[in-house]
């Protein structure tokens, strides 16, 4: 009853909520970008949803769109903002990500999105993290986020799925609030630590 209806009805009026209480934080970090980074302060991805259905992930643009002499974009280290490490640390980069929930691309909570590229990579045990929506925040990013390593956080996602509840979902959106505010762990992955390098040695 909770996994097929009360999660999606949670998710869309909380979501709702959540955008109109937290639009003028939004619209704040929108104009910050706009005058500190430049460029469109979004950013559009790509990734496997529900049933492994592909849409397009919102997030505040955390790097510049800096280019090499050959035309070719820096490495992902050199175009980091100083303001986008700010909203990455603070995790408001995370917030369009609201507009998904929404629509019902995304749950609040569940295995969070990875690559479309990274489709090829997962076993039969770990396809099953697509039999469910993708969250903002899921199990492995409470259990330690990037501190785990790939086989642990796809895991983290199996078991989330199997156990899935609203009560492990209040635990994960409680840690999660706690985690924002912890500056001891790093919010985000570098691009080198990707699932196709972990895995196209073992396949």
């Given at each position: 009853?909770?996994?097929?209806?009360?999660?999606?009805?949670?998710?869309?009026?909380?979501?709702?909520?959540?955008?109109?209480?937290l639009s003028p934080i939004m619209v704040l970090v929108f104009?910050?970008?706009?005058?500190?980074?430049?460029?469109?302060?979004?950013?559009?991805?790509?990734?496997?949803?529900?049933?492994?259905?592909?849409?397009?992930?919102?997030?505040?643009?955390?790097?510049?769109?800096?280019?090499?002499?050959?035309?070719?974009?820096?490495?992902?280290?050199?175009?980091?903002?100083?303001?986008?490490?700010?909203?990455?640390?603070?995790?408001?980069?995370?917030?369009?990500?609201?507009?998904?929930?929404?629509?019902?691309?995304?749950?609040?909570?569940?295995?969070?999105?990875?690559?479309?590229?990274?489709?090829?990579?997962?076993?039969?045990?770990?396809?099953?993290?697509?039999?469910?929506?993708?969250?903002?925040?899921?199990?492995?990013?409470?259990?330690?986020?990037?501190?785990?390593?790939?086989?642990?956080?796809?895991?983290?996602?199996?078991?989330?799925?199997?156990?899935?509840?609203?009560?492990?979902?209040?635990?994960?959106?409680?840690?999660?609030?706690?985690?924002?505010?912890?500056?001891?762990?790093?919010?985000?992955?570098?691009?080198?630590?990707?699932?196709?390098?972990?895995?196209?040695?073992?396949?």
């Open positions: 009853m909770y996994r097929n209806y009360i999660k999606r009805i949670f998710d869309f009026v909380c979501s709702l909520m959540a955008l109109v209480l104009f910050c970008l706009i005058c500190f980074q430049g460029g469109n302060p979004f950013f559009f991805q790509p990734r496997p949803g529900l049933n492994e259905k592909v849409f397009r992930i919102i997030k505040f643009r955390s790097m510049s769109n800096k280019k090499d002499e050959n035309g070719k974009l820096l490495h992902d280290d050199l175009r980091l903002t100083n303001i986008g490490k700010f909203i990455r640390r603070t995790s408001l980069d995370e917030l369009p990500q609201l507009i998904n929930v929404v629509k019902g691309e995304m749950s609040f909570v569940g295995p969070r999105p990875l690559r479309v590229r990274y489709l090829p990579f997962y076993t039969n045990e770990e396809k099953v993290r697509h039999l469910v929506r993708p969250g903002i925040t899921g199990l492995a990013q409470v259990s330690g986020r990037n501190a785990i390593t790939w086989d642990e956080r796809l895991q983290k996602d199996i078991e989330y799925v199997q156990n899935l509840n609203f009560l492990l979902d209040f635990k994960i959106l409680v840690y999660t609030v706690f985690k924002i505010f912890k500056t001891s762990e790093t919010n985000f992955a570098k691009e080198s630590d990707s699932l196709d390098e972990h895995r196209k040695f073992m396949i």
